[in-house]
Nanobody, 127 residues
Framework: QLQLVESGGGLVQPGGSLRLSCAASGFTLDYYAIGWFRQAPGKEREGVSCISRSGGTTTYADSVKGRFTISRDNAENTAYLQMNSLKPEDTAVYYC????????????????????WGQGTQVTVSS
């Protein structure tokens, strides 16, 4: 069974950091681009970041540039989202997603570009 499982969410104070993990089971991430999305209460889900199949290219939403870093470790079959300088407006459920077989450096931040989704992990930024 193909599955993505997010972890690492929690409650953090403004200015703090969290690292989210996205572990794949039932398939290898080598052939997939990985994206992170988030959905805040009452808002639509938005793309946060994407890393290409090769790991050589990345993209970020303007709202997180300079604060978030996406990475992948194919040996561990896991992708990560390092989140620094967190703000209350970063509060959301964070989802990882995977797209099979993109071009080596291809990126995407739209939901319908992805094939598989995790169940999400809650991130709350509050004092």
């Amino acid at each position: 069974q193909l599955q993505l499982v997010e972890s690492g969410g929690g409650l953090v104070q403004p200015g703090g950091s969290l690292r989210l993990s996205c572990a794949a089971s039932g398939f290898t991430l080598d052939y997939y681009a990985i994206g992170w999305f988030r959905q805040a209460p009452g808002k639509e889900r938005e793309g946060v970041s994407c890393i290409s199949r090769s790991g050589g290219t990345t993209t970020y939403a303007d709202s997180v540039k300079g604060r978030f870093t996406i990475s992948r470790d194919n040996a561990e079959n896991t992708a990560y989202l390092q989140m620094n300088s967190l703000k209350p407006e970063d509060t959301a459920v964070y989802y990882c997603a995977a797209r099979f077989g993109p071009l080596e450096h291809e990126l995407g931040l739209t939901e319908n570009w992805y094939h598989y989704w995790g169940q999400g992990t809650q991130v709350t930024v509050s004092s």
